[in-house]
T-cell receptor, first 115, second 120 residues
C-alpha cells in the first residue's frame, strides 16, 4: 500500500528565504508524485507532478521538486518565498497502472511567510 | 469552462438531518471523487466513481451515500448527519488515465472549491 509522510505540519520562513517542504513516500513500485497547494478557503490546485520523466520537476509560481528514489523523497522547494506563497501544501502519491486513479495524500504542511 | 463546482458552499445541519451535496464538472471527466478534509488529517477519500452509474467506497465511506446518474454530476448524501461529519468536503474529477511515455498511466485530479458543513 502506498503512503505519504510530510515532515512538519507548519513551516515558517521569512520573505525572500528558501522554502523547503518535505515529502517522503512509501510505494511498492516507482510511483507518480504530486504537489497540490490550497490557498485559504479554496480548493486544491496542482503545483507540479512527477510522472517518471525528468527527476527535477518545475511547477507553477517558481516551485520545483526533485524525485530521489534512493531517499524515497519528493521535497518541494522555492528559492525565494513571497507573501503570496502562504498556503497549505499537500504531497500525494499514486501507483502507475491502469488503476492508478486513486491518490493518497499526506496530512499537509501549512506555510507561513513572515514579512 | 467552470471546471468543478460544488453546491452549497456552506451548510449547518442539526444531528439527524439529511442533506445532499452536489458536484458538477464540465470537463467530460470519467472519474469523480468525494473527499473530506479535517485539520491535521489531510484529505481522505469517501467514495468515488469511475463512470456513470458506478460508485465505489473509499477510505471513510461510513455514513455517506453517493450517486452518479449523469456523467457530469456526483452527489454525496448524508442520511442522518452526526457531529463527526462536521468537515470540509471536496469534490474532484479526472480523466480515467493519462498515458505518459515510460511506465504508463497517471492521474491528475481537479478540485472544486469545497463545501463547509457543520453538524450541531
Amino acid at each position: 500500500a502506498q503512503s505519504v509522510t510530510q515532515l512538519g505540519s507548519h513551516v515558517s520562513v521569512s520573505e525572500g528565504a528558501l522554502v523547503l517542504l518535505r515529502c517522503n513516500y512509501s510505494s511498492s513500485v516507482p510511483p507518480y508524485l504530486f504537489w497540490y497547494v490550497q490557498y485559504p478557503n479554496q480548493g486544491l490546485q496542482l503545483l507540479l507532478k512527477y510522472t517518471s520523466a525528468a527527476t527535477l520537476v518545475k511547477g507553477i509560481n517558481g516551485f520545483e521538486a526533485e524525485f530521489k528514489k534512493s531517499e524515497t523523497s519528493f521535497h518541494l522547494t522555492k528559492p525565494s518565498a513571497h507573501m503570496s506563497d502562504a498556503a497549505e501544501y499537500f504531497c500525494a502519491v499514486s501507483e502507475p497502472g491502469a488503476g492508478s486513479y486513486q491518490l493518497t495524500f499526506g496530512k499537509g504542511t501549512k506555510l507561513s511567510v513572515i514579512p | 469552462n467552470a471546471g468543478v463546482t460544488q453546491t452549497p458552499k456552506f451548510r449547518v445541519l442539526k444531528t439527524g438531518q439529511s442533506m445532499t451535496l452536489l458536484c458538477a464538472q464540465d470537463m467530460n471527466h470519467e472519474y469523480m471523487y468525494w473527499y473530506r478534509q479535517d485539520p491535521g488529517m489531510g484529505l481522505r477519500l469517501i467514495h468515488y466513481s469511475v463512470g456513470e452509474g458506478t460508485t465505489a467506497k473509499g477510505e471513510v465511506p461510513d455514513g455517506y451515500n453517493v450517486s452518479r446518474l449523469k456523467k457530469q454530476n456526483f452527489l454525496l448524501g448524508l442520511e442522518s448527519a452526526a457531529p463527526s461529519q462536521t468537515s470540509v468536503y471536496f469534490c474532484a474529477s479526472s480523466y480515467s488515465t493519462i498515458w505518459t511515455t515510460g511506465t504508463g498511466y497517471y492521474n491528475e485530479q481537479f478540485f472544486g472549491p469545497g463545501t463547509r458543513l457543520t453538524v450541531l
